[in-house]
């Protein structure tokens, strides 16, 4: 089955690239900005992934951006990933990036867009490998500067495939970025965010009626609003469930208590990814293979799963019947 997993063309939506830093690609970044970190050893930074929420996670995922500074710094810590992923049997790679995160260390965004699509061309070249990049907002600081980062990214909006919503859930709804994602839909930009991992059902729905989403990234918590269930069955919104992840910040307490199956049984659209795969425990691969060992799912499911966030992807048309006809060679 590790086999056919492999050769499954695989689609990943749900990727925060700052989150795909090892730890051995942390310190040769450190060494080469002369960056101190608060660690000894890279055994002692994996140590420190025992973490008891999200909170807990986002704290180290920053001290750990520290170490970006150039855009070859970001165009390494991209094609890292994209060179993992592709040996994993990725064929497309949406990733999200945090701007705010940068910015609030003096790194410009024209340095950050620079590093990143430099990685992604290179990717297509080298390995035929297809991307998108999205545009995160940081939930936790205000609306006002999202809309600044927004407007500060005019420059760069051709290379922009859509704009998200991450970092702290709770106690920051969607409902405060309604402006925000307004303006971004009159720029013409897609609009995914974060919602129901450890906020409220309520967040869901507000992500989809105030901000107009058209992906719910996790999303695993609707199952406690029968009609919020329904209305994501019936309108077909995909899900970006991240299932290592959930297990790493104890959104549950281990792979076999996963909604997923639960999630799979109402008839939702759901697709799997990694989030923050340097720290969650691998990358879609590994996600695939951990819901294998824990469901016994067949290859259909799989197959299904593949496809969903085939069609869920913002690819162009020919690139998605492309894959589309490689996953119909597999099934």
Same mark, same amino acid.
């Given at each position: ?5 492999? &050769?499954?063309?695989? $689609? ?7 989150? *795909? ?19 000894? *050893? ?27 500074? &150039? ?52 990717? +297509? ?28 990214? %005019? ?22 970025? $309604? +402006? ?39 999303? $695993? ?62 990358? $879609? ?30 690819? %162009? +048309? ?14």
């Amino acid at each position: 089955m590790k086999a056919w997993l492999t &050769t499954l063309p695989k $689609v990943e939506l749900h990727l925060h690239i700052e989150g *795909s830093l090892e730890p051995e690609l942390m310190f040769a970044l450190a060494a080469r900005n002369a960056v101190e970190l608060p660690y000894a *050893s890279v055994e002692e930074v994996r140590a420190a992934y025992d973490f008891s929420d999200l909170q807990s996670f986002l704290d180290l995922y920053y001290q750990g951006m520290a170490v970006l500074r &150039t855009a070859d710094d970001f165009f390494d810590l991209a094609m890292d990933y994209f060179r993992r992923a592709q040996a994993e049997g990725v064929v497309h790679v949406e990733l999200s990036f945090d701007p705010q995160a940068h910015l609030a260390r003096g790194i410009e965004l024209g340095v950050q867009f620079e590093g990143l699509t430099r990685a992604m061309r290179q990717a +297509e070249r080298e390995w035929g490998l297809s991307t998108a990049l999205i545009m995160s907002f940081l939930r936790d600081r205000s609306a006002a500067e999202a809309m600044e980062v927004l407007e500060r990214a %005019s420059p760069y909006l051709e290379l922009l495939d859509a704009v998200g919503l991450d970092s702290a859930e709770q106690g920051n709804p969607p409902g405060k970025f $309604v +402006e925000v994602f307004a303006r971004a839909r009159l720029l013409g930009l897609p609009r995914v965010a974060h919602a129901g991992e450890e906020g409220p059902p309520a967040y869901i729905r507000e992500a989809l009626d105030l901000l107009e989403v058209c992906r719910i990234d996790h999303g $695993v918590r609707c199952l406690e609003d029968p009609e919020l269930v329904a209305r994501l069955r019936d309108e077909r919104v995909p899900l970006t469930v991240c299932p290592l992840s959930n297990v790493r910040l104890k959104v549950v307490e281990r792979m076999h208590d996963h909604p997923l199956p639960r999630l799979l049984d109402a008839g939702l659209v759901l697709t799997l990814n990694s989030d923050d795969p340097a720290y969650f425990g691998g990358g $879609v691969l590994d996600n695939y293979l951990a819901c294998h060992d824990a469901f016994g799912w067949s290859k259909e499911t799989f197959a299904v799963l593949a496809e969903n966030a085939i069609q869920a992807a913002f690819m %162009s +048309e020919a690139r998605r019947k492309e894959l589309r006809e490689r996953l119909n060679a597999c099934r």
